[in-house]
Nanobody
Framework: QRRVVESGGGSVQTGGSLRLSCTTS?????????MGWYRQAPGKERELVAHIKIDGTTTYAESMKDRVTISRDNTKNTVDLQMINLESEDTATYYCKTGPGTANRGPPGSGSCPATDAWGQGTQVTVSS
């Protein structure tokens, strides 16, 4: 099972910025996935923040599209989420999801890439005034 690891969460003041990063385990380094950031605040459902496909096509939540930028580095199989002008309402646990869209860019015989979703454990973002 591939492992997804997030980093970069923390506590900031209103108006501050954070950059979250997500990477997929090395065992799947030749597998590239559609990747997205989601968040879940206490008592609320998990919601999409931003999504980026293997080909670079992006989708943003309407409520955050002016304050976040998602980007990916296919040489490192990572995806970042840059957030600016954070508000207290942005306080949540942020999760990275990879898949199910996948592409195998490994050498011949490198095996198959599971076309499934995989989630990270989440990273906490707390915004206070």
């Amino acid at each position: 099972q591939r492992r997804v690891v997030e980093s970069g969460g923390g506590s900031v003041q209103t108006g501050g910025s954070l950059r979250l990063s997500c990477t997929t385990s090395a065992a799947y380094s030749f597998c590239f996935y559609d990747m997205g950031w989601y968040r879940q605040a206490p008592g609320k459902e998990r919601e999409l923040v931003a999504h980026i496909k293997i080909d670079g096509t992006t989708t943003y939540a309407e409520s955050m599209k002016d304050r976040v930028t998602i980007s990916r580095d296919n040489t490192k199989n990572t995806v970042d989420l840059q957030m600016i002008n954070l508000e207290s309402e942005d306080t949540a646990t942020y999760y990275c999801k990879t898949g199910p869209g996948t592409a195998n860019r490994g050498p011949p015989g490198s095996g198959s890439c599971p076309a499934t979703d995989a989630w990270g454990q989440g990273t906490q973002v707390t915004v206070s005034s």
